[in-house]
């Protein structure tokens, strides 16, 4: 991997970030991303740098009911130090039996609980991000996590949004709730849900939540895209950790990236379209290992990483294609092949931006969700409904 050193920039005096009894050197968390990190993913981001990885979102209902497929989203490689899973719920009782089964089990070191997903079909039944507007519900899920998960000393955190929309904010209230409740950190991303991905992260709010929760790790989240910008967002709201999402897809590099730019070194990879070829193919070969051998799965799901992968390198309108719904791993090495393996890193082209974006809507929610802050019984009901079927966000 080429790796070059940029201007010099003044050392980050950042501690390693405390969950509980967990010590992350570098206080880097790579986001859960339903679809995205998977093992496969996972390894190939720790491989470059330090800092705590964590899984694809799991319904608790799905992982009390032992799907397959939430049993393989909550596997972990056995050199991965800790297992972090992240858990979606929206019924206390489920929540909590999916903490004690974790724990009881001994198949997680650190549990996070989603209130940030703005899918639509999510929020349409009062989950996710529009849960956290609903306080008692709130309060009782995040109150019964944390005390299954201190059964077992496993340190529980929350990950949110900024609330519903820029009229109903919840982050404020629901982080002194988290932190009251016992949460080993609380990480938000500084959108609202009516706001998806667009537009830009507020990290002021990121800094009111930080002057806010003084006695807990606070964790930034939000369009980071190199190194510089974790740096900038570490400076600009006195966080003690970064969670970078988007930022790494096609990139897993960026952790070795941003491991050096916390270490104060200058170091920053630059890979030349060789580099990026192998790294492809090893993704590959690692999703297939991931998919329990089936290739078909495997490739069908790397096929979404070419675009992030090749962004900004010159491969050619029908290679990209080709790339795009590539079959088997043989066909995959063979359009590497055909790649002009000598092109160097293309520069700011292949940065930035990447993965999800979109413009805001109206979020969907539950008949006069924003009437109260409190349930009523049509919503009690709905909501049991809302933990089914669900991926991603
Ligand atoms: C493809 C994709 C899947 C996601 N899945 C999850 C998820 O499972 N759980 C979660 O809390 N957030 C999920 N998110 C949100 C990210 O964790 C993160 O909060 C968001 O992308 C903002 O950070 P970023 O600007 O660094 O990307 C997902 C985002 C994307 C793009």
Redesign the pocket.
């Given at each position: 991997m080429t790796v070059v050193a940029t201007p010099p920039a003044p050392k980050l005096e950042l501690p390693p970030l405390q969950l509980g009894g967990i010590t992350v050197d570098t206080p880097v968390i790579l986001?859960?991303?339903?679809?995205?990190?998977n093992s496969a993913f996972r390894r190939l981001c720790r491989e470059y740098g330090g800092g705590l990885y964590?899984a694809?979102?799991v319904t608790s209902r799905a992982l009390v009911e032992r799907t397959p497929e939430s049993l393989r989203i909550i596997s972990h490689d056995e050199d991965e130090k800790v297992r972090s899973v992240?858990l979606?719920g929206v019924d206390p009782v489920t929540v909590g039996a999916a903490v004690r089964m974790l724990v009881e089990e001994d198949r997680a070191d650190h549990i996070?609980l989603?209130?940030?997903?703005p899918v639509p079909k999510v929020t349409r039944r009062g989950g996710?991000s529009a849960l956290p507007w609903k306080i008692d519900l709130f309060t009782s899920i995040v109150q019964t996590a944390v005390k299954e998960a201190s059964k077992g000393g496993i340190p529980l955190t929350i990950?949110m949004?900024k609330g519903i929309d820029d009229d109903h904010l919840t982050y404020l209230d629901a982080g002194r709730i988290a932190r009251d409740a016992g949460v080993a950190a609380v990480?938000l991303?500084g959108?609202t849900a009516a706001q998806f991905?667009s537009g830009q992260?507020d990290w002021s709010a990121i800094a009111r939540l930080r002057e806010a929760l003084p006695d807990i790790p606070v964790l930034g989240?939000?369009?980071?895209?190199s190194a510089e910008d974790a740096v900038r967002m570490v400076r600009e709201t006195g966080v003690d950790g970064v969670?970078?999402?988007?930022?790494?897809?096609g990139r897993p590099w960026l952790f070795g990236d941003l491991q050096a730019a916390f270490e104060g070194s200058e170091q920053r990879h630059r890979p030349g379209l060789r580099e990026v070829a192998e790294g492809v193919y090893r993704h590959a070969e690692l999703m297939v290992e991931t998919f329990g051998n089936d290739e078909y799965k495997a490739l069908r799901e790397i096929r979404k990483h070419m675009a992030w992968y090749f962004k900004g390198y010159v491969v050619g309108g029908e290679l990209r294609a080709k790339l795009a719904t590539v079959p088997t791993l043989e066909v995959l090495r063979g359009l590497l092949e055909e790649l002009d393996m000598d092109l160097p890193y293309p520069g700011i082209d292949s940065e930035g931006p990447r993965?999800?974006a979109g413009s805001p809507k109206k979020p969907a929610l539950p008949k006069d969700w924003l009437v109260s802050r409190q349930l009523n019984a049509e919503q009690s009901a709905e909501i049991s409904a809302a933990e089914l079927d669900v991926?991603?966000?």
């Open positions: 986001a859960p991303m339903a679809g995205i990190t964590v694809e979102m992240q979606y996070d989603n209130f940030g997903c996710g990950k949004r990480a991303h959108r991905y992260a989240n939000g369009d980071i895209w969670v970078v999402g988007r930022g790494c897809q993965g999800r991926s991603g966000g």
